[in-house]
């Protein structure tokens, strides 16, 4: 079965500038969460969404946002980038006890 | 407050011999679930294996396997019979049952040297 899917794998954006990355999870799964990763914070969780509903969200400013479809295919916009922004950012696709993550997308903002 | 401890930010290991990741979490949840991840240069999150809070036994997983001490609140993984490719950060990560919410450690990076 196929697994998760994040799109794009990299990004290069520059500062002032929005983008929106994809999320594709594991078919059957409902559950979407998100993830920064950087080498000073290490891997920081920014929001999870179950049933297009938001369930959690964590310590990051309103800049960061997200939403699910009702194919339970994730987004996350980041607006007015920074060039603390830069990292990579991963998504997890659960169900029950599985959680398996995408291969990540590299934003670089510059 | 959820926490993960991993306090071997980096180890080596000879080629073929087993090795010991260690991880302490602590949390308030009375049902959770303790995973370990493994992620190479390209940046994947690799799932290697996963133990629940009321599993009774440790979880295998071919050559890895969750040494869970509950009680101890530790949750080291083993690597048998080390492979270069093998080499990269190693991720222990906890979140509660049926939440999507992980929390991670710091990471070890494992060098296996041929």
């Known amino acids: 079965k196929a697994g998760v899917t994040q799109t794009p794998r990299y990004l290069i954006k520059t500062r002032g500038q929005q983008v929106t990355l994809s999320c594709s999870p594991i078919?059957?799964?409902?559950?979407v969460s998100w993830y920064q990763q950087t080498p000073g914070q290490g891997l920081q969780f920014l929001f999870e969404y179950f049933s297009e509903t938001q369930r959690n969200k964590g310590n990051f400013p309103g800049r960061f946002s997200g939403r699910q479809f009702s194919n339970s295919r994730s987004e996350m916009n980041v607006s007015t980038l920074e060039l603390g922004d830069s990292a990579l950012y991963l998504c997890a696709s659960s169900k029950g006890g599985d959680a398996f993550f995408g291969q990540g997308t590299r934003l670089t903002v510059v | 407050a959820q926490k993960i401890t991993q306090t071997q930010p980096g180890m080596f290991v000879q080629e073929k011999e087993a090795v010991t990741l260690d991880c302490t979490y602590d949390?308030?949840?009375?049902?959770?679930?303790l995973f370990w991840y493994k992620q190479p240069s390209s940046g994947e999150m690799i799932f290697l294996i996963y133990q629940g809070s009321y599993d009774q036994q440790n979880a295998t997983e071919g050559r890895y396997s969750l040494n869970f001490q509950k009680a101890r609140k530790s949750a080291n993984l083993v690597i048998s019979a080390s492979q270069l490719g093998d080499s990269a950060m190693y991720f222990c990560?906890?979140?509660?049952?049926?939440?999507?919410?992980?929390?991670f450690g710091s990471g070890t990076k494992l060098n296996v040297k041929p």
């Open positions: 078919s059957g799964h409902r559950s």
């Open positions: 949390t308030s949840d009375p049902s959770y679930g």
């Open positions: 990560a906890m979140r509660a049952y049926n939440f999507n919410k992980f929390y």
